[in-house]
């Protein structure tokens, strides 16, 4: 059972450019979250998608959009990236049914800007 | 702002049990204790959570108080790979964010 998938691994951008990640989640779930994490802090809530749909956000300006495909999968997207944004992305996945929607993360996206 | 409070660090001899505390005195009845760690560089993975009653898994037990204030996570028998940031989160069971806080960092010693 493939877990969550995440991709680039690593990435290098300059400032002032405009950067898209993607993220498959864990065979079963359809609801895709995304966090931001600085180095040596945790991470932070960036946006959740269900239905295809932003369902929740978080404090992060609106540089910060996303997407999710029929097939559940999602696509975070940040234009005019500035230095701080440079960070580990991850990517979680949950099940919206009933239950205790635990989220299962991906390895992560690492974000170099210079 | 992350509802819970952790120790910063904790060490832990090989082999023997670690257990981590947490406080949460201003949780509210439908919000559950999550437990996720993370092992340096990748993802957060979770571990276990609760609502009221006690929980053990394969990976570790919880024990929750009586007044659900606090809780401790058992790593029944540390073992070198459990060497990681280990986060407590409190949230409903809408299937909404989670807030993490600083975590503690567990560092276990042969």
């Known amino acids: 059972d493939a877990g969550v998938t995440q991709s680039p691994t690593h990435l290098i951008k300059t400032r002032g450019q405009q950067v898209t990640l993607r993220c498959s989640p864990k065979s079963g779930h359809d609801t895709v979250s995304w966090y931001q994490q600085a180095l040596g802090q945790g991470p932070q809530f960036i946006f959740q998608y269900y239905e295809e749909e932003e369902r929740q956000r978080g404090n992060f300006p609106d540089r910060f959009s996303g997407h999710q495909f029929p097939n559940y999968s999602s696509e975070l997207n940040v234009n005019a990236l500035l230095l701080g944004d440079s960070a580990l992305y991850l990517c979680?996945?949950?099940?919206?049914?009933?239950?205790?929607?635990?989220?299962?993360f991906g390895p992560g996206t690492r974000l170099t800007v210079t | 702002d992350a509802k819970t409070t952790q120790p910063p660090s904790m060490d832990c001899a090989e082999g023997r049990a670690a257990n981590l505390p947490c406080n949460h005195s201003t949780i509210s009845g439908n919000e559950y204790v999550y437990w996720y760690r993370q092992i340096h560089s990748q993802g957060p993975q979770y571990i276990i959570h609760g609502l009221k009653n006690n929980e053990t898994n394969e990976m570790a037990s919880l024990i929750i108080t009586e007044d659900r204030k606090s809780s401790t996570l058992i790593l029944p028998h540390a073992t070198l790979r459990d060497t990681a940031v280990y986060y407590c989160i409190v949230r409903d069971n809408a299937g909404n964010m989670l807030t993490f806080g600083g975590g503690t960092r567990l560092m276990v010693k042969p």
């Open positions: 979680a996945s949950s099940f919206n049914g009933q239950g205790s929607y635990e989220q299962y």
